[in-house]
């Protein structure tokens, strides 16, 4: 039994909200702490202790990225966050994948009023051409995902029925 293995990093496009909520939280911070510092009132320290959290929680998520790995018929998604921590995002075994086809393909036009739920796992950008594909998995889950060619060879090898590229 040969074991394909095909590994995937894809950057999510920054949020500019995320980014603006980052240096708001930072500044405030500052300003909380240097309040704290320089008068006798605690309340300043905490509100920056405070601040200081919820900025390192949206340094966190400001910069994702999502790695692909492929392996001997499942693939699973790790989210990274700020190039420093990982969590699983998911693992997929694709014997029960139903589809896999670009985004824009009519193919998926069937599936398009299926109440589903959606998970996001690209770039987020529209290129043109379309990058991004979507897998219906287990039938009620919809994965967009931006595999790279070998990834989508590798994919259709298992699946040749299920996955197109047109």
């Keep these: 039994m040969s074991e394909t293995y095909v590994e995937l990093l894809v950057a999510r496009k920054p949020s500019v909200?995320?980014?603006f909520l980052k240096m708001l939280l930072i500044m405030l911070t500052v300003v909380f702490a240097l309040i704290g510092f320089l008068t006798p009132?605690?309340?300043g320290m905490l509100i920056a202790i405070?601040?200081?959290?919820c900025a390192y929680f949206a340094h966190m998520n400001a910069e994702i990225e999502y790695e692909y790995l492929y392996l001997d018929r499942e693939l699973s998604v790790d989210k990274v966050?700020?190039?420093?921590?990982?969590k699983k995002a998911g693992s997929?075994?694709?014997e029960q994948m139903e589809i896999f086809a670009?985004?824009?393909s009519h193919r998926l036009d069937s599936y398009k009023n299926r109440?589903?739920?959606t998970v996001d796992y690209s770039s987020g950008v529209a290129a043109q051409p379309e990058?991004?594909?979507?897998?219906?998995?287990n039938g009620d889950t919809k994965i967009i995902l931006e595999p790279n060619t070998d990834m989508v060879k590798a994919i259709q090898g298992i699946a040749p029925r299920k996955v197109f590229t047109d």
């Design 131 to 137: 990058r991004r594909y979507m897998m219906i998995w």
């Design 41 to 43: 009132f605690v309340v």
């Design 115 to 117: 109440q589903m739920k």
């Design 50 to 53: 405070v601040l200081g959290g």
């Design 81 to 86: 966050l700020a190039k420093s921590r990982r």
């Design 17 to 19: 909200l995320m980014r």
């Design 92 to 94: 997929y075994s694709l």
């Design 102 to 104: 670009p985004l824009n």
